[in-house]
């Protein structure tokens, strides 16, 4: 069993090489974990920076001590992919953030696409965007990630077209054959650089936004022959993708 990791602002020790892990944090470890002298955590930042950490003791029920000795730092992955991930009603999205990050997706962009029931607006737009983040964080933590996900605001279509014009691969997962759509699996990978991957909503992606996509220089791509859902089908195509680049080797 790996080590637990825990999410930390700040990594530096003081000059003896103790580190307090306080606060919800230190609460769950001594309080839910039970972590007692002897055992390894790791602390991150999650944003590349981590510590392995010896646990000396505790304090309280939601003071732990732990023996911090070198930090390092995990450099981003390459090729990095974004998955543009259409808004699914209910909990479905944070399902899909949560199985993307456990697969090791390294951006997520919530889409307000036209066919899209579910629509982020004033307070309950931003309610739902803090689910997608610590859904994020918690599955980072829980996957033993030291770089979690990064994610975005919601955007438009025409702010994903953009995106999609910057990247060194761009699809559209699309079932549609008649259209025109090829296997992921045999796609043309970049060695480096970014990958986006646009995933529709329910009633799949629309005429116009196809259109408006393949002027950005997006292809359509098919994962196989069933048809999974939105929620889904961002987490597939990260796991073919990652083995495909290497990543996963």
Known sequence: MTAPVFVVEDLRADSGGQYVLDGAEGRHAVSVKRLRSGEDV???????????????????????????????????????????QAL???????????????????????????????????DRGLKALAKWRATAREAGKQSRRVRFPEVTDAMNSRQVAALLATADLAAVLHEDRAYG????????????????????????????????????????????????RTSTAGTAATALLLGRTGRWS
């Open 42 to 84: 790791v602390l991150t930042d999650g944003a590349g920076r981590w510590a392995e950490c010896v646990v000396t003791g505790t304090e309280g029920k939601d003071r732990l001590i732990v023996r911090m000795d070198t930090v390092s730092e995990e450099p981003p992955e390459s090729p990095r992919i974004t998955v543009v």
């Open 181 to 228: 759509s090829e296997p992921l699996a045999t796609a043309q990978l970049p060695a480096d650089g970014d990958i986006v991957l646009v995933v529709g909503p329910e009633g799949g992606v629309s005429p116009d936004e196809l259109a408006l996509f393949a002027e950005a220089g997006a292809k359509a791509y098919r994962l196989g022959r069933s048809v999974l």
């Open 88 to 122: 699914p009603k209910g909990d479905r999205g944070e399902l899909a953030v949560e199985t993307m990050t456990e697969t090791g997706v390294d951006r997520v962009v919530p889409w307000a696409a036209s066919r899209c029931i579910t629509q982020w607006k004033g």
